[in-house]
């Protein structure tokens, strides 16, 4: 695989994620590995008089066995050991109490790659020299966490204390350019990290360690060649990384806009049409990652909350009419002693639906559709066996789940049930932490409830579950917002049954909750290709780079790369 046969894959290698970082790594790794630019005849001469000069000083190049190598390299370069070709000292073990306001700066593994990392001072007095850097010194990084601050860095920002965790390094010998030793000493931080120990945060790589790792030498010429190319690609990245940025941000603020239009509760109808058929036009422009699927699920929710997501049929019987027929079973249900008197429900204000109603629909509150109940709050003793106790944890994507669930006993879960039988095609909410997740009851298996809240029918021939459900998923957000608590917020009964529904009629109910689950059906589909694109590119840049490194040049894309296409 040669670059040209890289460059003709480019387009579909930066879809993949994370392609640019992992560009910049195989920039690096083509450069350690003598693949990076051509070698010169000439420089063989040269590195060969410098050769002679060190024997006749009686040094030698420190070279390994060919079992050790970690892969092959040019004829004319050479192992060494980072050790033969470094000094290192480690930094001085700072206190907080050695901490001053002003005075000279003290770096710590933080302030390598982050400008605006803040400085720690000390007093210049206190400091031996060996502790002691200036711009141009050359260090390495031991400690900290793979993929920030491991690593060499060439200091650049002025005289300043070492902390330790940083060794500073002198050269042993002139054989390295010290921006090519900076490269080929990050060319391994694979190794350096898959020999670092510690835990999940701060690790450590020793001494020791480090003065093994085996590094590439070129010539010295060719380390400039190298560096020039490096910085070159490397500014590419730059430039191909702003650039994806920008178009992302354009391509968020153009999907943003256009969800805003479509999510905007008024306006013009035709308007609104012309709109919709905008954004589903240029649908594939706006989705182009899986993350962005969310939010065309809550649009889809919001259309249908607002009922603009299909068209009303003046033939339907109105919600006024239904809701006066559920009010009449609710009334009869209480005089039957079948449904237990609760609290009156507050009566609707203009302030809280704003925007105007479809034909045919009417405001009103959930606890005047639904029987809203809860579990219990309490927690019972848990049993080896008995009956699931549902939590907020079991509720996850509308699914109900009963793994890793607690077990209650017979007698717990009859005096909970007394209060909250849950039966199928019930509705269940999360009412503390993550409030929300509604899910429909699709088991006929007998459980308990905790911290969760249960919608229930007054007449299941005057309902539709689906519609419930998709209407608990819109108002998710809002519920949050106005949840109380703090680290643990929650929702009260009480705000439950007291919150405000637009309700449409029955049969207008039906047809929006087949709407949804087309659409959402459309969602699922959309979010899988793309899922399954960025996994084939990310496959392809694997296979891509993989080859390229490979110790063969291939001349053409091998298998592998075939069965990516």
Request: net charge neutral; charged share 25%.
């Amino acid at each position: 695989m040669n670059p040209a046969q890289v460059l003709a894959y480019f387009d579909r290698l930066t879809e993949a994620p994370n392609a640019v970082p992992r560009l910049r790594k195989f920039i690096l790794d083509l450069a350690v590995r003598g693949k990076l630019v051509e070698q010169d005849s000439n420089d063989n001469c040269a590195e060969q008089r410098i050769n002679n000069t060190l024997i006749a000083k009686k040094e030698t190049i420190t070279t390994t066995d060919l079992s050790e190598q970690p892969y092959f390299l040019p004829d004319s370069w050479k192992w060494v050991h980072l050790g033969d070709r470094l000094k290192m000292i480690n930094g001085r073990a700072f206190k907080p109490t050695d901490w001053l306001q002003v005075g000279l700066p003290i770096i710590r593994i933080q302030n390598l790659n982050n400008e605006n990392a803040p400085f720690n001072y000390c007093d210049p007095k206190t400091i031996e020299p060996r502790h002691v850097i200036h711009s141009d010194d050359f260090l390495i990084s031991w400690s900290g966490t793979p993929g920030t601050s491991f690593g060499a860095f060439i200091w650049q920002r002025g005289k300043a204390a070492l902390n330790q965790h940083i060794f500073k390094c002198l050269q042993i010998g002139d054989e390295y350019y010290d921006r090519f030793l900076q490269i080929a000493i990050n060319g391994r931080l694979d190794e350096m990290i898959a020999k670092a120990h510690g835990g999940v945060g701060l690790q450590h790589i020793t001494k020791g360690k480090l003065e093994n790792l085996l590094l590439s030498l070129p010539t010295l010429a060719e380390q400039h060649r190298i560096v020039a190319k490096v910085d070159e690609l490397m500014g590419l990245c730059d430039q191909l990384e702003a650039a994806q940025a920008q178009r992302e941000r354009r391509r968020d603020r153009l999907m943003a806009a256009s969800l805003n239009r479509l999510n905007w509760p008024d306006g013009d109808a035709k308007a609104f049409r012309a709109h919709a058929r905008f954004h589903l036009a240029h649908l594939p422009r706006f989705t182009v990652r899986p993350d962005q699927i969310p939010a065309l699920r809550q649009t889809i929710l919001n259309l249908a909350a607002h009922g603009r997501l299909i068209s009303q049929d003046p033939t339907d019987e109105s919600a006024a009419e239904l809701l006066e027929k559920i009010t009449g079973t609710k009334r009869r249900l209480v005089a039957q002693r079948k449904l237990r008197v609760t609290k009156e429900l507050e009566p609707m204000t203009d302030g809280e639906i704003l925007f105007n109603l479809p034909v045919r629909w009417c405001r009103t509150r959930l606890g005047a559709v639904y029987d809203v109940r809860d579990g219990t709050h309490d927690t019972p003793k848990y049993a080896e066996t008995g009956y699931p106790l549902i939590t907020s944890k079991n509720l996850s994507s509308g699914r109900l789940s009963f793994d890793d669930v607690k077990l209650i006993s017979e007698q717990d879960h009859r005096q909970i049930s007394e209060r909250s039988t849950v039966e199928r095609d019930d509705i269940l909410l999360a009412m503390i932490g993550s409030i929300g997740n509604p899910v429909l009851v699709d088991t006929d298996r007998p459980f308990s409830i905790k911290n969760v809240a249960l919608f229930k029918y007054y007449d299941r021939e005057l309902s539709c579950p689906g519609f419930l459900c998709l209407f608990l998923q819109y108002a998710t957000g809002e519920m949050r917002q106005l949840a109380a608590g703090g680290l643990q917020p929650f929702v009260s009964l009480g705000f439950l049954r007291n919150f405000p529904i637009i309700l449409p009629p029955l049969a207008e109910q039906h047809r929006i909750v087949a709407k949804v689950d087309e659409l959402m059906a459309v969602c699922d589909r959309l979010e899988a290709q793309l899922t399954t694109t960025q996994t084939e590119s990310r496959r392809l840049l694997e296979a891509v780079l993989h080859e390229a490194l490979a110790p063969a040049p291939a001349l053409l894309p091998s298998k592998a790369i075939k069965e990516e296409l």
